[in-house]
């Protein structure tokens, strides 16, 4: 069915990803578990320096997306439990450092190479 074709598409994707940006200093990529499959919606990288990584990207013509700018206990759904800002400095760290780059299931190889080695060159110039 078409799910598991875009899924193995998006899978790809992710694993080319994966491969160009190992090793790559200040970026954490997406891992996962043996016992299970990830369907990558989104591709969200942890980095340091992630605004100025998000404007080097964009001026270079790669859309990208801070899908979770907060974390849960910050955002006024959950206001009502009266959770301040530094009871969770972990999730509140994370969100500050995430940043989702293009994922769909017909992007090719030269936009994951041009997108990957735009990501290794602007942490090689820091």
Known sequence: NFIDEWTNMRRKVARKYS???EGVENLIIPSEY???KHVYHLFVIRVEKRDALLEYLNIHGVA?????????HLTKAYQFLGIEKGRFPVA????????????YPELTDMHIEYVA???KM?????
Do not use: M, V
């Open 34 to 36: 043996d016992n299970a």
């Open 92 to 103: 509140e760290k994370i969100c500050n450092d995430i940043l989702s780059i293009p994922i």
């Open 117 to 119: 080695n735009l990501i």
């Open 64 to 72: 990208t997306g801070i899908h979770y700018p907060l974390p849960l």
């Open 122 to 126: 602007f942490y090689s110039k820091r």
């Open 19 to 21: 491969q160009l940006l």
